[in-house]
């Protein structure tokens, strides 16, 4: 059985070798192919680890409300976000923090150093909704926010950014002409949702922002919140809070009970099973586009050895006349479909994981995990390409008559 085996190989590699140009291109759709696969599935599987490393920090326990982007215009006096609704919503049984979130950009100076970064107007329980921590100083705290105290919390980037080696504690960076004391360096955090990177960001007491800050927040309480951040305490009964919270809401917008709401929940749970599922899909299709590459050359495997019989018809001849069978026939072509494909199989997976590496090593904007399982796949696929595709020469080539074959011109 092994004899017959490697029999059937070194014919099959002997065959392949005599048109070495033809057999590199038609394995040359394999390679593509299967690099593709590898490739595409390992940014899928990136971009979806990415995704639910980033929302692991959030944590499925985080609320928004907001006013809607696409306000229901039957709604007559529809009302903003604002403070009484943070007040309000901190009552509420199984909230755990309620903090306004106010963010816009400024420029920052410190000396001869200026950069512009993004600063958001919050309050302590900012601290109680995510779990940012204090890399070096401290939290501004309730007496600084209730006395517009101009203190800032830089992001670890913007520190390292504006200060380099120096130490921020007690320096004073100009906001918009705005003079406030660095007071704390947070530690590195990455987004705390909602696109705010808190890295790159800088967090102010929302007083502060409101009557101090020339950015048009205005200095009324009443000021309108681009949105409250609320942690829940259990995850378990967030539909229950989430329910309890938005008639709070209602209650301060005095919103009829059978009126329609003028501020919209986000259930942040949900939406992160709506991110994953949409990693998932494009996961999918980056894999179908390459099985579609794949399937291309695994069509250019047949084209090729359907040629291939057609120019070695008396070769077949002559070899059933002197004994071989039409499973012998069989088996030899299929053998070298087979061997074609897995050639260009095992190239691919080369370049492939050539490819991912690089990208992983030096890409920090696409993500790339490299999967064993999508490398034995990809090139397993490549085998089964040379089976399915190789069949039908092998086929035909089997069902040959010795004297037809040796009559063929």
């Known amino acids: 059985m092994i004899d017959t085996f490697l029999s059937v190989?070194?014919?099959?590699?002997?065959?392949?070798?005599?048109?070495?140009?033809?057999?590199?291109?038609?394995?040359?759709?394999?390679?593509?192919?299967?690099?593709?696969?590898?490739?595409?599935?390992?940014?899928?599987?990136?971009t979806q680890q990415s995704m639910n490393e980033r929302f692991s920090?959030?944590?499925?326990?985080?609320?928004?409300?907001?006013?809607?982007?696409?306000?229901?215009?039957?709604?007559?006096?529809?009302?903003?976000?604002t403070m009484d609704d943070v007040r309000a919503i901190r009552q509420v049984e199984g909230v755990v923090s309620a903090a306004p979130y106010i963010s816009s950009g400024f420029n920052v100076k410190?000396?001869?150093?200026?950069?512009?970064?993004?600063v958001l107007a919050t309050d302590t329980d900012i601290f109680?909704?995510?779990?940012?921590?204090?890399d070096s100083g401290r939290e501004f705290n309730e007496r600084e926010v209730d006395n517009y105290a101009q203190v800032a919390v830089l992001g670890a980037t913007v520190a390292q950014t504006i200060f380099n080696d120096v130490d921020p504690l007690g320096k004073t960076v100009v906001f918009n002409d705005i003079p406030f004391t660095v007071i704390g360096v947070m530690k590195k955090n990455g987004q705390g949702g909602m696109g705010f990177?808190?890295?790159?960001?800088?967090?102010?007491?929302?007083?502060?922002?409101?009557?101090?800050?020339?950015?048009?927040?205005?200095?009324?309480?009443?000021?309108?919140?681009d949105r409250v951040i609320i942690r829940v305490?259990?995850?378990?009964?967030?539909?229950?809070?989430?329910?309890?919270?938005?008639?709070?809401?209602?209650n301060t917008h005095k919103i009829h009970p059978l009126g329609k709401d003028d501020?919209?929940?986000?259930?942040?749970?949900?939406?992160?099973?709506?991110?994953?599922?949409?990693?998932?899909?494009?996961?999918?299709?980056?894999?179908?586009i390459g099985a579609v590459s794949l399937l291309v050359g695994g069509i250019g495997v047949m084209n090729i050895m359907l040629v291939s019989v057609t120019e070695r018809t008396r070769e077949i001849g002559?070899?059933?006349?002197?004994?071989?069978?039409?499973?012998?026939?069989?088996?030899?072509?299929?053998?070298?479909a087979v061997t074609l494909s897995c050639i260009g199989g095992l190239i691919g997976v080369l370049i492939g994981v050539g490819v991912t590496l690089f990208v992983a090593a030096h890409s920090t904007t696409i993500p790339a995990q490299l999967s064993v399982i999508s490398i034995f796949i990809s090139f397993g696929f490549s085998a089964a390409t040379g089976i399915f595709f190789g069949f039908y020469p092998a086929y035909k080539a089997s069902k040959l008559t010795p004297i037809d074959a040796l009559r063929y011109e």
């Open 9 to 46: 190989l070194r014919i099959s590699l002997k065959a392949i070798m005599a048109n070495k140009m033809r057999a590199a291109l038609t394995s040359l759709g394999i390679v593509i192919g299967v690099a593709a696969v590898i490739t595409m599935l390992a940014v899928g599987s990136g």
């Open 110 to 118: 410190y000396g001869i150093t200026s950069t512009s970064i993004d």
């Open 233 to 250: 305490k259990d995850f378990n009964t967030i539909e229950d809070t989430k329910e309890a919270i938005a008639n709070t809401v209602r």
């Open 57 to 81: 920090r959030f944590g499925t326990n985080i609320l928004y409300l907001r006013k809607p982007w696409n306000l229901d215009e039957s709604i007559s006096s529809p009302k903003d976000v």
């Open 197 to 225: 990177d808190m890295d790159e960001g800088t967090l102010i007491p929302y007083t502060t922002g409101k009557v101090k800050m020339n950015t048009g927040w205005g200095s009324s309480d009443r000021r309108a919140l």
């Open 263 to 288: 501020f919209q929940l986000d259930d942040f749970a949900s939406f992160v099973e709506q991110a994953k599922e949409a990693s998932k899909t494009m996961s999918i299709l980056l894999g179908v």
């Open 318 to 336: 002559i070899r059933m006349a002197i004994g071989a069978t039409s499973a012998d026939i069989r088996l030899q072509f299929l053998a070298e």
């Open 128 to 134: 109680k909704t995510y779990d940012w921590e204090i």
